[in-house]
Protein backbone atom coordinates (compact mmCIF):
# COMPACT_ATOMS: atom_id res chain seq x y z
CA UNK A 1 0.00 0.00 0.00
CA UNK A 2 3.18 2.15 0.99
CA UNK A 3 4.17 1.16 -1.97
CA UNK A 4 1.57 2.85 -4.20
CA UNK A 5 1.72 5.75 -2.01
CA UNK A 6 4.90 6.68 -3.19
CA UNK A 7 3.98 6.29 -6.86
CA UNK A 8 0.82 8.56 -6.58
CA UNK A 9 2.58 11.13 -4.83
CA UNK A 10 5.97 11.07 -7.53
CA UNK A 11 4.02 11.52 -9.98
CA UNK A 12 1.98 14.46 -8.79
CA UNK A 13 4.50 16.09 -7.87
CA UNK A 14 6.31 15.92 -11.17
CA UNK A 15 2.99 16.33 -13.42
CA UNK A 16 2.78 19.88 -11.72
CA UNK A 17 5.74 20.98 -12.68
CA UNK A 18 6.03 18.97 -16.67
CA UNK A 19 6.58 21.19 -19.33
CA UNK A 20 3.19 22.08 -21.45
CA UNK A 21 1.98 19.27 -23.62
CA UNK A 22 3.72 19.99 -26.95
CA UNK A 23 1.28 18.47 -28.91
CA UNK A 24 -0.20 22.23 -27.96
CA UNK A 25 2.48 24.46 -29.60
CA UNK A 26 2.07 25.67 -32.93
CA UNK A 27 4.48 24.13 -34.89
CA UNK A 28 6.36 27.47 -37.67
CA UNK A 29 7.97 26.02 -40.58
CA UNK A 30 11.62 27.73 -41.11
CA UNK A 31 11.43 30.90 -43.53
CA UNK A 32 12.33 29.98 -46.89
CA UNK A 33 12.93 33.42 -48.28
CA UNK A 34 14.84 33.51 -50.87
CA UNK A 35 16.12 36.84 -50.81
CA UNK A 36 18.32 37.47 -54.22
CA UNK A 37 20.67 40.89 -55.17
CA UNK A 38 19.69 42.84 -58.29
CA UNK A 39 21.44 41.78 -61.33
CA UNK A 40 24.19 43.55 -61.94
CA UNK A 41 24.67 43.72 -66.09
CA UNK A 42 27.64 44.36 -67.52
CA UNK A 43 28.19 47.99 -69.06
CA UNK A 44 28.45 47.85 -72.33
CA UNK A 45 29.54 51.30 -74.15
CA UNK A 46 27.93 52.13 -77.32
CA UNK A 47 31.37 51.45 -79.58
CA UNK A 48 30.97 48.16 -78.46
CA UNK A 49 27.14 47.80 -78.90
CA UNK A 50 27.28 47.13 -82.43
CA UNK A 51 23.79 45.77 -83.31
CA UNK A 52 22.96 49.07 -82.38
CA UNK A 53 24.82 51.09 -85.11
CA UNK A 54 26.95 49.16 -87.80
CA UNK A 55 24.08 49.25 -89.94
CA UNK A 56 23.50 52.95 -90.00
CA UNK A 57 26.98 53.31 -91.12
CA UNK A 58 27.23 50.81 -94.25
CA UNK A 59 27.19 52.01 -97.31
CA UNK A 60 27.97 55.09 -96.39
CA UNK A 61 31.23 57.36 -96.17
CA UNK A 62 32.18 58.56 -93.02
CA UNK A 63 34.37 60.74 -91.34
CA UNK A 64 35.43 59.74 -87.69
CA UNK A 65 36.39 61.96 -85.21
CA UNK A 66 38.35 59.40 -82.58
CA UNK A 67 41.74 59.05 -80.49
CA UNK A 68 43.47 56.81 -78.56
CA UNK A 69 40.55 55.75 -76.64
CA UNK A 70 38.42 55.01 -79.24
CA UNK A 71 38.69 51.13 -78.64
CA UNK A 72 36.23 48.45 -79.38
CA UNK A 73 36.80 45.35 -78.16
CA UNK A 74 40.69 45.90 -77.53
CA UNK A 75 41.36 47.30 -80.74
CA UNK A 76 41.14 50.74 -82.14
CA UNK A 77 37.94 51.78 -83.51
CA UNK A 78 39.07 53.03 -87.39
CA UNK A 79 40.93 49.12 -87.57
CA UNK A 80 37.45 47.69 -86.34
CA UNK A 81 35.51 49.82 -89.20
CA UNK A 82 37.58 48.98 -91.66
CA UNK A 83 37.55 45.13 -90.73
CA UNK A 84 34.02 45.20 -90.74
CA UNK A 85 33.50 46.75 -94.30
CA UNK A 86 32.68 50.68 -92.95
CA UNK A 87 34.57 53.05 -95.59
CA UNK A 88 36.03 55.54 -93.29
CA UNK A 89 37.16 58.56 -95.53
CA UNK A 90 38.80 60.46 -93.13
CA UNK A 91 39.75 61.02 -89.38
CA UNK A 92 39.38 64.19 -87.68
CA UNK A 93 41.97 64.50 -84.47
CA UNK A 94 41.25 66.47 -81.37
CA UNK A 95 43.80 67.98 -79.06
CA UNK A 96 47.18 65.22 -78.64
CA UNK A 97 46.18 63.48 -81.88
CA UNK A 98 45.01 60.67 -83.36
CA UNK A 99 47.23 58.38 -81.05
CA UNK A 100 47.06 60.70 -78.19
CA UNK A 101 50.94 61.16 -77.99
CA UNK A 102 50.79 64.98 -78.33
CA UNK A 103 51.35 66.98 -75.54
CA UNK A 104 49.47 69.74 -74.15
CA UNK A 105 48.83 72.61 -76.04
CA UNK A 106 51.25 70.94 -78.90
CA UNK A 107 49.81 71.71 -82.13
CA UNK A 108 48.72 69.15 -84.31
CA UNK A 109 49.49 68.42 -87.52
CA UNK A 110 47.67 67.01 -90.55
CA UNK A 111 48.71 64.06 -91.89
CA UNK A 112 48.22 60.30 -93.06
CA UNK A 113 47.31 57.07 -90.53
CA UNK A 114 50.37 55.11 -91.26
CA UNK A 115 48.29 51.46 -90.71
CA UNK A 116 45.43 52.41 -92.71
CA UNK A 117 46.48 55.25 -94.81
CA UNK A 118 43.30 57.38 -94.07
CA UNK A 119 43.93 60.99 -94.40
CA UNK A 120 44.14 62.82 -90.80
CA UNK A 121 43.08 65.94 -90.13
CA UNK A 122 43.64 67.85 -87.15
CA UNK A 123 41.35 69.86 -85.01
CA UNK A 124 44.23 71.71 -83.08
CA UNK A 125 45.72 74.29 -84.19
CA UNK A 126 45.19 76.56 -86.16
CA UNK A 127 42.09 74.75 -87.57
CA UNK A 128 39.74 73.52 -84.57
CA UNK A 129 36.44 73.07 -86.84
CA UNK A 130 35.96 71.10 -89.67
CA UNK A 131 35.76 73.16 -92.96
CA UNK A 132 32.96 72.62 -96.01
CA UNK A 133 35.84 71.34 -97.63
CA UNK A 134 36.73 68.82 -95.45
CA UNK A 135 33.03 67.84 -95.64
CA UNK A 136 32.86 67.19 -98.83
CA UNK A 137 31.51 63.66 -100.13
CA UNK A 138 31.10 63.21 -96.09
CA UNK A 139 27.72 61.50 -95.47
CA UNK A 140 28.26 60.96 -91.77
CA UNK A 141 30.27 62.43 -88.92
CA UNK A 142 30.61 59.38 -86.02
CA UNK A 143 32.23 60.75 -82.71
CA UNK A 144 33.75 58.06 -80.50
CA UNK A 145 35.86 59.91 -77.46
CA UNK A 146 36.52 59.59 -73.79
CA UNK A 147 35.27 62.48 -71.61
CA UNK A 148 36.48 63.31 -68.58
CA UNK A 149 33.19 65.53 -67.58
CA UNK A 150 35.25 68.98 -66.99
CA UNK A 151 34.17 72.08 -69.14
CA UNK A 152 37.77 72.69 -70.02
CA UNK A 153 38.83 69.21 -71.28
CA UNK A 154 38.74 70.42 -75.10
CA UNK A 155 37.46 67.30 -76.80
CA UNK A 156 33.97 68.88 -76.37
CA UNK A 157 35.02 72.10 -77.48
CA UNK A 158 35.80 69.76 -80.64
CA UNK A 159 32.50 67.73 -80.29
CA UNK A 160 31.10 71.52 -80.25
CA UNK A 161 32.72 72.17 -83.57
CA UNK A 162 31.85 68.96 -85.24
CA UNK A 163 28.24 69.69 -84.99
CA UNK A 164 28.32 73.28 -85.70
CA UNK A 165 30.36 72.26 -89.17
CA UNK A 166 27.95 69.02 -89.94
CA UNK A 167 24.85 71.65 -88.75
CA UNK A 168 26.03 74.33 -91.50
CA UNK A 169 27.14 71.40 -94.19
CA UNK A 170 23.61 69.27 -93.38
CA UNK A 171 25.77 66.22 -92.79
CA UNK A 172 24.43 64.10 -90.34
CA UNK A 173 26.43 63.44 -86.34
CA UNK A 174 26.70 60.30 -84.32
CA UNK A 175 27.69 60.35 -80.87
CA UNK A 176 28.94 56.89 -79.26
CA UNK A 177 28.34 57.57 -76.17
CA UNK A 178 30.89 56.49 -73.36
CA UNK A 179 30.32 56.90 -69.32
CA UNK A 180 31.84 59.84 -67.76
CA UNK A 181 34.06 59.64 -64.55
CA UNK A 182 32.63 62.44 -62.98
CA UNK A 183 29.07 62.39 -63.95
CA UNK A 184 28.07 62.03 -59.97
CA UNK A 185 27.60 65.75 -59.51
CA UNK A 186 27.43 69.04 -60.52
CA UNK A 187 29.36 72.22 -59.91
CA UNK A 188 31.19 75.26 -60.37
CA UNK A 189 30.66 78.07 -61.91
CA UNK A 190 28.98 78.63 -65.01
CA UNK A 191 30.93 79.93 -67.80
CA UNK A 192 30.24 83.58 -69.08
CA UNK A 193 30.22 84.81 -72.26
CA UNK A 194 33.41 87.24 -71.81
CA UNK A 195 35.21 84.36 -71.10
CA UNK A 196 34.17 81.86 -73.90
CA UNK A 197 37.28 80.47 -75.76
CA UNK A 198 38.57 77.13 -76.87
CA UNK A 199 38.75 75.87 -72.65
CA UNK A 200 35.09 77.16 -72.17
CA UNK A 201 32.93 77.13 -75.55
CA UNK A 202 29.58 76.75 -73.81
CA UNK A 203 27.78 78.12 -70.69
CA UNK A 204 28.79 75.35 -68.82
CA UNK A 205 29.23 74.80 -65.10
CA UNK A 206 33.17 73.37 -63.87
CA UNK A 207 31.55 70.07 -63.82
CA UNK A 208 28.41 69.13 -65.84
CA UNK A 209 27.60 65.97 -64.69
CA UNK A 210 26.42 64.57 -67.96
CA UNK A 211 28.02 62.10 -70.72
CA UNK A 212 29.08 62.88 -73.98
CA UNK A 213 26.01 62.20 -75.84
CA UNK A 214 23.79 63.85 -73.60
CA UNK A 215 25.96 67.02 -73.61
CA UNK A 216 25.77 66.77 -77.66
CA UNK A 217 21.53 66.72 -76.66
CA UNK A 218 22.22 69.34 -75.01
CA UNK A 219 24.34 71.47 -77.08
CA UNK A 220 22.13 70.83 -80.27
CA UNK A 221 18.74 71.22 -78.11
CA UNK A 222 19.77 74.82 -76.69
CA UNK A 223 20.97 76.15 -79.53
CA UNK A 224 24.65 76.90 -78.85
CA UNK A 225 25.96 76.19 -82.39
CA UNK A 226 26.22 79.30 -84.67
CA UNK A 227 23.23 80.90 -85.29
CA UNK A 228 21.12 78.90 -83.19
CA UNK A 229 21.56 75.78 -86.17
CA UNK A 230 20.74 72.24 -85.35
CA UNK A 231 22.59 69.26 -86.71
CA UNK A 232 20.97 65.91 -87.41
CA UNK A 233 21.98 64.42 -84.59
CA UNK A 234 21.96 60.53 -83.07
CA UNK A 235 23.04 59.36 -80.16
CA UNK A 236 23.97 55.66 -79.17
CA UNK A 237 23.54 55.22 -75.27
CA UNK A 238 25.68 53.13 -73.29
CA UNK A 239 24.00 50.17 -72.03
CA UNK A 240 23.46 49.34 -68.77
CA UNK A 241 24.97 52.50 -66.94
CA UNK A 242 23.40 54.66 -64.48
CA UNK A 243 24.44 58.43 -63.25
CA UNK A 244 25.57 55.99 -59.97
CA UNK A 245 28.27 54.01 -62.13
CA UNK A 246 31.40 54.14 -60.77
CA UNK A 247 33.57 54.04 -64.15
CA UNK A 248 37.88 54.11 -64.64
CA UNK A 249 38.86 54.63 -68.18
CA UNK A 250 40.93 51.74 -69.46
CA UNK A 251 42.67 54.11 -71.69
CA UNK A 252 43.86 57.79 -70.37
CA UNK A 253 41.89 60.37 -71.72
CA UNK A 254 45.26 62.45 -72.49
CA UNK A 255 48.50 61.88 -71.43
CA UNK A 256 48.64 63.82 -68.00
CA UNK A 257 45.62 62.10 -66.48
CA UNK A 258 47.26 58.89 -66.01
CA UNK A 259 44.79 57.32 -63.35
CA UNK A 260 41.57 57.49 -61.35
CA UNK A 261 41.98 59.85 -59.00
CA UNK A 262 44.21 62.50 -61.51
CA UNK A 263 40.32 62.29 -63.06
CA UNK A 264 38.95 63.00 -60.34
CA UNK A 265 40.96 65.71 -58.84
CA UNK A 266 41.21 67.32 -62.46
CA UNK A 267 38.15 69.98 -62.40
CA UNK A 268 40.04 71.19 -58.69
CA UNK A 269 43.54 71.15 -59.70
CA UNK A 270 42.98 72.58 -63.09
CA UNK A 271 42.69 76.11 -62.20
CA UNK A 272 46.21 76.34 -61.03
CA UNK A 273 47.25 76.13 -65.21
CA UNK A 274 46.24 80.11 -64.27
CA UNK A 275 49.13 80.51 -62.01
CA UNK A 276 53.14 79.96 -61.05
CA UNK A 277 52.01 76.57 -59.22
CA UNK A 278 52.66 73.64 -60.87
CA UNK A 279 50.43 70.80 -61.15
CA UNK A 280 52.48 68.15 -61.18
CA UNK A 281 53.12 68.33 -65.02
CA UNK A 282 56.92 66.55 -65.55
CA UNK A 283 56.32 63.90 -63.43
CA UNK A 284 54.76 60.29 -63.62
CA UNK A 285 51.96 61.35 -61.65
CA UNK A 286 50.69 64.37 -62.94
CA UNK A 287 47.16 66.11 -60.95
CA UNK A 288 48.09 64.47 -58.02
CA UNK A 289 50.45 67.30 -56.63
CA UNK A 290 51.03 71.01 -56.60
CA UNK A 291 53.91 72.49 -55.47
CA UNK A 292 56.54 76.20 -56.00
CA UNK A 293 60.15 76.09 -55.55
CA UNK A 294 59.72 77.07 -51.69
CA UNK A 295 59.65 75.41 -49.13
CA UNK A 296 56.63 77.57 -47.41
CA UNK A 297 54.62 75.49 -49.80
CA UNK A 298 54.36 72.56 -48.00
CA UNK A 299 56.79 69.83 -47.13
CA UNK A 300 56.07 67.36 -49.80
CA UNK A 301 58.91 67.73 -53.08
CA UNK A 302 58.63 66.52 -56.68
CA UNK A 303 61.09 68.03 -59.28
CA UNK A 304 59.34 68.18 -62.68
CA UNK A 305 61.49 66.77 -65.74
CA UNK A 306 61.18 66.69 -69.71
CA UNK A 307 58.72 63.51 -69.80
CA UNK A 308 58.63 62.21 -73.64
CA UNK A 309 55.13 61.79 -74.65
CA UNK A 310 53.27 63.59 -71.30
CA UNK A 311 55.19 66.77 -70.97
CA UNK A 312 58.91 68.62 -71.94
CA UNK A 313 59.26 71.52 -70.71
CA UNK A 314 57.37 71.59 -67.83
CA UNK A 315 57.10 74.65 -65.41
CA UNK A 316 60.24 74.79 -62.91
CA UNK A 317 61.59 72.55 -64.64
CA UNK A 318 64.92 70.90 -63.13
CA UNK A 319 63.87 72.92 -59.68
CA UNK A 320 62.86 71.06 -56.58
CA UNK A 321 59.17 72.29 -55.61
CA UNK A 322 57.30 72.19 -52.75
CA UNK A 323 53.68 71.27 -51.65
CA UNK A 324 51.06 69.21 -51.12
CA UNK A 325 50.64 65.40 -51.95
CA UNK A 326 47.23 63.42 -53.05
CA UNK A 327 47.92 60.70 -53.52
CA UNK A 328 46.55 58.78 -50.75
CA UNK A 329 43.27 60.53 -51.37
CA UNK A 330 40.71 58.71 -52.14
CA UNK A 331 39.24 59.19 -55.61
CA UNK A 332 35.71 58.50 -55.09
CA UNK A 333 35.50 61.11 -51.83
CA UNK A 334 37.06 63.91 -54.22
CA UNK A 335 34.81 66.45 -56.00
CA UNK A 336 35.33 70.28 -57.05
CA UNK A 337 36.79 72.63 -54.45
CA UNK A 338 38.44 75.54 -53.98
CA UNK A 339 39.87 74.54 -50.55
CA UNK A 340 43.27 74.03 -52.21
CA UNK A 341 43.45 76.87 -54.72
CA UNK A 342 42.67 79.05 -51.70
CA UNK A 343 44.74 77.28 -49.05
CA UNK A 344 48.14 77.99 -52.00
CA UNK A 345 46.45 82.22 -51.81
CA UNK A 346 47.23 82.39 -48.60
CA UNK A 347 50.81 81.33 -48.84
CA UNK A 348 52.14 82.92 -51.97
CA UNK A 349 49.20 86.37 -51.97
CA UNK A 350 48.23 87.71 -55.46
CA UNK A 351 51.95 87.16 -56.92
CA UNK A 352 50.98 83.43 -57.54
CA UNK A 353 48.28 84.93 -60.20
CA UNK A 354 50.60 85.01 -62.92
CA UNK A 355 48.36 84.32 -65.99
CA UNK A 356 44.80 85.83 -65.14
CA UNK A 357 43.30 85.18 -68.40
CA UNK A 358 43.81 81.61 -68.75
CA UNK A 359 42.56 81.42 -64.80
CA UNK A 360 39.21 83.29 -66.20
CA UNK A 361 39.20 81.16 -69.01
CA UNK A 362 39.11 77.96 -66.73
CA UNK A 363 37.22 79.48 -63.82
CA UNK A 364 34.14 80.89 -66.34
CA UNK A 365 34.46 84.39 -64.93
CA UNK A 366 36.91 86.84 -64.12
CA UNK A 367 35.69 87.91 -60.52
CA UNK A 368 37.63 84.76 -58.56
CA UNK A 369 41.10 87.11 -58.03
CA UNK A 370 39.05 90.07 -56.17
CA UNK A 371 37.28 87.66 -54.64
CA UNK A 372 40.51 86.12 -53.31
CA UNK A 373 41.65 89.47 -52.19
CA UNK A 374 39.14 90.25 -50.21
CA UNK A 375 39.42 86.96 -48.15
CA UNK A 376 35.96 85.53 -49.33
CA UNK A 377 35.73 81.84 -48.08
CA UNK A 378 34.97 79.19 -50.45
CA UNK A 379 31.28 78.74 -48.93
CA UNK A 380 31.05 82.63 -49.64
CA UNK A 381 32.28 82.26 -53.01
CA UNK A 382 29.95 79.27 -53.89
CA UNK A 383 27.09 81.68 -53.16
CA UNK A 384 28.19 83.91 -55.95
CA UNK A 385 27.44 81.43 -58.27
CA UNK A 386 24.96 79.20 -56.79
CA UNK A 387 22.02 80.79 -58.84
CA UNK A 388 23.81 80.25 -62.29
CA UNK A 389 24.52 76.53 -61.34
CA UNK A 390 20.55 75.70 -60.05
CA UNK A 391 19.45 77.00 -63.36
CA UNK A 392 21.66 75.23 -65.19
CA UNK A 393 20.98 71.83 -63.48
CA UNK A 394 17.06 72.32 -64.11
CA UNK A 395 17.50 73.00 -68.05
CA UNK A 396 20.00 69.73 -68.43
CA UNK A 397 17.55 67.58 -67.31
CA UNK A 398 15.46 66.88 -70.82
CA UNK A 399 18.77 66.24 -72.24
CA UNK A 400 20.01 63.39 -69.55
CA UNK A 401 19.46 59.46 -70.70
CA UNK A 402 20.10 57.56 -67.88
CA UNK A 403 18.97 57.43 -64.21
Known sequence: MKFFLYIFIISFFFGCHAKPNT???????????????????????????????????????????????????????????????????????????????????????????????VKIVSLFGSNKKPSAEHLKGIETVIYDIQDVGCRFFTYISTLHNVMESCAENNVETIVLDRPNPNIDYVDGPIREENCKSFVSLDPLPVVYGMTIGELAQMINGEGWLSGGKKCRLTVIPVKNYTRKTKYIPSVKPSPNLPDYLSIRLYPSLCLFEGTNISVGRGTLTPFTSIGYPEEKYGEYVFTPQDIVGMQTNPMHKGKKCYGLDFKGLNPDEQYFTLEYFIKMYKIAGAKMLTRKKMLSLLYGNDRLPLQLSQGMTEEEIRKTWQSGLDNFKEKRKKYLIYE
Open 23 to 117: AQTVETKPDTTIITKPEIKELIVAAEDTANYLNLLRGKKIALVANQTSVVFNKHILDFFIENGIEVKKIFAPEHGFRGVGEPGQRILNETDEKTG
